[in-house]
T-cell receptor, first 110, second 116 residues
Framework: DTAVSQTPKYLVTQMGNDKSIKCEQNLGHDTMYWYKQDSKKFLKIMFSYNNKELIINETVPNRFSPKSPDKAHLNLHINSLELGDSAVYFC?????????FGPGTRLLVL | AQSVTQPDIHITVSEGASLELRCNYSYGATPYLFWYVQSPGQGLQLLLKYFSGDTLVQGIKGFEAEFKRSQSSFNLRKPSVHWSDAAEYFCAVVVGGTGGYNKLIFGAGTRLAVHP
């Protein structure tokens, strides 16, 4: 009965690789988000989709490409990974003002 | 620009003691305010929210928060802390994003340690 789920939970990869993180929500929400939490625990929004349409793009490098195949899924693809991409990535969904978060994906770029 | 400030990076309390975590926001309109908790290695869990009405709001796990417009504050409180409350606490405000859609702006977080 998980509300917002993410896979994988951990991701260790080399610089220059391409990787994807998947997110699914079973809450029936229309809006989904990606947030990045850096090593100092600071959380910042990256993207938001509403009904499969991109509505927020917070000056994220274009190596990051979100994709929403349907309103229950929002995936994040990252090209040419860099050391600075190491972080925890959180997916969230909302219907209205309250956002519900997934467990996070811990990405480590070596 | 809209912002959220949590002045205390790290707080340590004894188990059973009372707790207050501070949060100040900068936002022109009536804010929608939230407190989230992140336990070690876990995701973010919503503790409570304020949209309007009674300025003292109750949340889960025995937490409450008080909205004070005159001080632009939304401080989180708990009368008696349990060891399991050790976690990172984030205050957040919803602000208007592009095209009328909203986004959450987070404070930097306060790490709570609980001594037995």
């Amino acid at each position: 009965d998980t509300a917002v789920s993410q896979t994988p939970k951990y991701l260790v990869t080399q610089m220059g690789n391409d990787k994807s993180i998947k997110c699914e929500q079973n809450l029936g929400h229309d809006t989904m988000y990606w947030y990045k939490q850096d090593s100092k625990k600071f959380l910042k929004i990256m993207f938001s989709y509403n009904n499969k349409e991109l509505i927020i793009n917070e000056t994220v490098p274009n190596r990051f490409s979100p994709k929403s195949p349907d309103k229950a899924h929002l995936n994040l693809h990252i090209n040419s990974l860099e050391l600075g991409d190491s972080a925890v990535y959180f997916c969230a969904s909302s219907q209205g003002q309250v956002q519900y978060f997934g467990p996070g994906t811990r990405l480590l770029v070596l | 620009a809209q912002s959220v400030t949590q002045p205390d990076i790290h707080i340590t309390v004894s188990e059973g003691a009372s707790l207050e975590l501070r949060c100040n926001y900068s936002y022109g309109a009536t804010p929608y305010l939230f407190w989230y908790v992140q336990s070690p290695g876990q995701g973010l869990q919503l503790l409570l929210k304020y949209f309007s009405g009674d300025t003292l709001v109750q949340g889960i796990k025995g937490f409450e928060a008080e909205f004070k417009r005159s001080q632009s504050s939304f401080n989180l409180r708990k009368p008696s802390v349990h060891w399991s409350d050790a976690a990172e606490y984030f205050c957040a405000v919803v602000v208007g994003g592009t095209g009328g859609y909203n986004k959450l702006i987070f404070g930097a977080g306060t790490r709570l340690a609980v001594h037995p």
